[in-house]
C-alpha cells in the first residue's frame, strides 16, 4: 500500500551510538518533515526539506542531521545519540507544504 | 513565535453525545491555515479537518466541525454522535505562512465511553 512509511518502528541504543532513522514516501511530495513527540510537547520540527538537496532546521535541529538525495527518501540521522533525545519520531510529507500527512512513527530509546 | 494552546488536557463524553475541544492561538498574521489531527492509541496522526484562515464559513467534514473565530483567535472542534473509536489524543495545529512551519498544541486526550 502506497503512502509513507518509517523504519524501524522500534528502537533501542546506547549514549553516543550512531543512529540512522529512515522514511519513504510514494506520493512524490515536494516537502518532508521530521518531528519528535515528547509529552507536554505536542510535535516539534526537527528539519524539513522542500525538495531533494534542500533542507532547513527547523524548531528543535540540535544534535541531528538530515539529507535528501531523492525525493521520496529523508533519512534522520543522530550523530551520538543521548538520553535526552528519546523519544518518539514522526515523518510527514506534503506536496502544498501546509497539509501534512504522518507516517506511523518510531520510538527511540537511548539507554 | 506563533503559540497553540490548548488548555484541556483531558475530556471524556459519552457514546452518541457531541464533545468540543478548545484551541487557541497567538498571530499577528493574516495568512494562516489551522488544523486537526487525531492520535489514537496506534500512534497514527491523521488529520481531520482543515481551516483557511481567508475563508468565514467553519469548515464540515461528516461528524467533524469547527468553530473558527478568527478575532477571538479560536479554533474548537465539535465532534458529534460520539462512537469509540474517537477515543484518541487530539491536536491542534497552526501553519504559519510566514515561518511555513506547523505548530502544535500540547493535545487534548478524549475518552469515549460506552
Known amino acids: 500500500d502506497a503512502g509513507i512509511t518509517q523504519s524501524p518502528r522500534y528502537k533501542i541504543t546506547e549514549t553516543g551510538r550512531q543512529v540512522t532513522l529512515m522514511c519513504h514516501q510514494t506520493?512524490?511530495?515536494?516537502?518532508m518533515f521530521w518531528y519528535r513527540q515528547d509529552l507536554g510537547h505536542g510535535l516539534r520540527l526537527i528539519y524539513y526539506s522542500a525538495a531533494a538537496d534542500i533542507t532547513d532546521k527547523g524548531e528543535v535541529p540540535d544534535g541531528y542531521v538530515v539529507s535528501r538525495s531523492k525525493t521520496e527518501n529523508f533519512p534522520l540521522t543522530l550523530e551520538s545519540a543521548t538520553r535526552s533525545q528519546t523519544s518518539v519520531y514522526f515523518c510527514a510529507s506534503s506536496e502544498s507544504e501546509r497539509e501534512q500527512f504522518f507516517g506511523p512513527g518510531t520510538r527511540l530509546t537511548v539507554l | 513565535a506563533q503559540t497553540v494552546t490548548q488548555s484541556q488536557p483531558e475530556m471524556s463524553v459519552q457514546e452518541a453525545e457531541t464533545v468540543t475541544l478548545s484551541c487557541t492561538y497567538d498571530?499577528?498574521?493574516?495568512?494562516?491555515?489551522l488544523f486537526w489531527y487525531k492520535q489514537p492509541p496506534s500512534r497514527q496522526m491523521i488529520l481531520v479537518i482543515r481551516?483557511?484562515?481567508?475563508?468565514?464559513q467553519n469548515a464540515t467534514e461528516n461528524r467533524f466541525s469547527v468553530n473558527f473565530q478568527k478575532a477571538a483567535k479560536s479554533f474548537s472542534l465539535k465532534i458529534s454522535d460520539s462512537q469509540l473509536g474517537d477515543t484518541a489524543m487530539y491536536f491542534c495545529a497552526y501553519w504559519s505562512g510566514s515561518a511555513r512551519q506547523l505548530t502544535f498544541g500540547s493535545g487534548t486526550q478524549l475518552t469515549v465511553l460506552p
Open positions: 506520493w512524490s511530495h515536494s516537502y
Open positions: 481551516q483557511e484562515a481567508y475563508k468565514q
Open positions: 498571530t499577528s498574521e493574516s495568512n494562516y491555515y
